[in-house]
């Protein structure tokens, strides 16, 4: 099957990303198969992943400076050498062939010789087992220098280049079945439908499915047998279910996971799903109908400014983060530019904290978590927390009964949950405020 139109989007769309750092929330209208589709998210979604590398390997091969390629001529070449290193299951001529013949519909013709001559050039080095691993580690995993360097002030080295590297490994999405289903059931319920599926290797009631787009056209999760959760979400849940008591409140409830995965807890009296955005709320109400699981109490507020009074047993904050632990699947964010733009919603986490430690009851629990690998989203906030606020006192993990052993190596010697990227798993932080009496 010719993808020369789905090149010709994916190239194009590329272009406009580099522009505005945006990041395409659908598909072009003018996909119409779920095959196309398919293809072209992964070929934009792998040059935007890859960029750094991608040019690097352009500026090593063309014979006039860099800065004088023309965008579109960028675009071109970042395409078939992403096609060439990385998609090794379509033939690289067809590759070669199908990415020389965008110099037409894009208007630069006069460059078709050059665009040949590198893409042939890659395919002869390849054939003689050429490696990228020469490069520095931020250009190899495509990632800014300055990413990786604050990285370096918090974690170690070996460290960083695991997450670097995890950042660029996407094996599928992770899904967790509902009651009364079990992840063996489930896994044999998708196979029947050809959807392929298998077991993660740290969480027993996961799966890790590698064709999204086949697991929500099927029967079995439009009938709500389960929804799409990461791993180290999944944990955190386990490792907090005892805490879960009483009334409680998910002040920042979208998309909707942990709200899910709260509604299976028998000790919940009453749970209060709030979010800021109606839009958000319809979607998780949708998703709890799908999966067929009692609806909780829907509010839409601010959690900066919540009407709520200190009602609630517990209340689970997860705040709004620069996400920068789930550059695996969305890999926009790591050209989002500077620390500051990374760090944009500090602010908005100090004032979640506050407005939420004011309607916990004494006695109760405030759950902080973020899907962020930064120090000042994380440690520092939990720190200012408790300066700020000394009727409340750090719960580590370790002290919560109950504690898998398989969880044990994402517990810290300061009492927090943190994981970092891995093959199987995202990067996720958590702590645990007991209000005294």
């Known amino acids: 099957m010719a993808y020369d139109r789905v090149r010709f989007l994916v190239v194009r769309d590329f272009l406009e990303f580099k522009k505005k750092y945006y990041w395409p929330d659908n598909p072009p209208t003018q996909l119409d198969k779920d095959q196309d589709r398919r293809f072209y998210f992964h070929l934009l979604q792998g040059m935007i992943r890859h960029q ?19 965008n579109t001529v960028i675009g071109i070449l970042s395409l078939g050498i992403y096609q060439l290193l990385f998609m ?22 006069p460059q078709k010789s050059l665009i040949n001559a590198i893409l042939r050039n890659l395919q002869r080095d390849l054939e003689q087992d050429y490696s990228c691993q020469h490069y520095p580690l ?40 509902v009651s009364p289903w079990n992840a063996q059931q489930l896994c044999q319920m998708l196979a029947k439908e050809g959807v392929l599926s298998q077991p993660h290797p740290i ?23 389960c929804y799409v959760q990461d791993a180290s979400s999944q944990i955190f849940l386990e490792l907090t279910q005892s805490l879960w008591t009483g009334v409680v409140l998910d002040m920042c409830a979208a998309p909707g996971g942990k709200t899910i995965q709260l ?17 958000r709320l319809v979607q998780i109400h949708q998703n709890i109908q799908r999966l067929q699981r009692p609806a909780p109490a829907l509010m839409i507020s601010d959690g900066r400014f919540s009407p709520f ?15 920068s632990g789930t550059l695996r699947k969305n890999p926009h964010i790591k050209w989002i530019g500077s620390d500051s733009a990374l760090l944009s919603k500090t602010r908005l986490q100090t004032q979640l904290l506050e407005n939420a430690a004011r309607c916990v009851k004494k006695e109760g629990m405030l759950v902080y978590a973020t899907c962020s690998l930064e120090v000042e989203e994380n440690e520092q906030q939990v720190e200012y927390f408790l300066e700020k606020n000394p009727d409340f006192t750090m719960l580590p993990f ?32 958590a702590a645990v405020f007991l209000h005294k009496r």
């Not at 750094?52 to 023309?70: C, D, G, S, T, Y």
């Open 263 to 279: 509604l299976g807890s028998s000790h919940i009296k009453k749970l209060v799903a709030n979010d800021v955005s109606r839009k």
């Open 88 to 109: 090794h299951k379509i033939p690289a001529r067809a590759s070669i062939y199908e990415t020389v013949e965008l110099v037409k519909p894009f208007r630069v013709y």
């Open 398 to 429: 370790t002290e919560i009964p109950e504690i898998p052993k398989q969880y044990l190596p994402y517990l810290t010697d300061k009492g927090y949950y943190k994981t970092i990227p891995a093959p199987h798993i995202m990067g996720f932080f």
């Open 138 to 177: 931020a250009i190899r995993t495509s990632h800014p220098d300055w990413m990786v360097e604050r990285w370096l002030q918090t974690y170690s080295e070996t460290e960083v280049q695991s997450i670097c590297e995890a950042n660029n490994t996407f094996e599928g999405i992770t899904v967790r079945p």
């Open 309 to 323: 009074t200190a009602n609630f047993d517990t209340i689970l904050l997860d705040v709004p983060c620069s996400s």
């Open 203 to 225: 969480v027993s009631q996961a799966l890790i499915v590698e064709n999204a787009s086949e697991l929500l056209a099927s029967s079995v999760f439009s009938r709500g047998t």
């Open 52 to 70: 750094r590398l991608l040019e690097a390997e352009i500026q090593k091969r063309v014979n006039k400076p860099f800065h004088k390629l023309q």
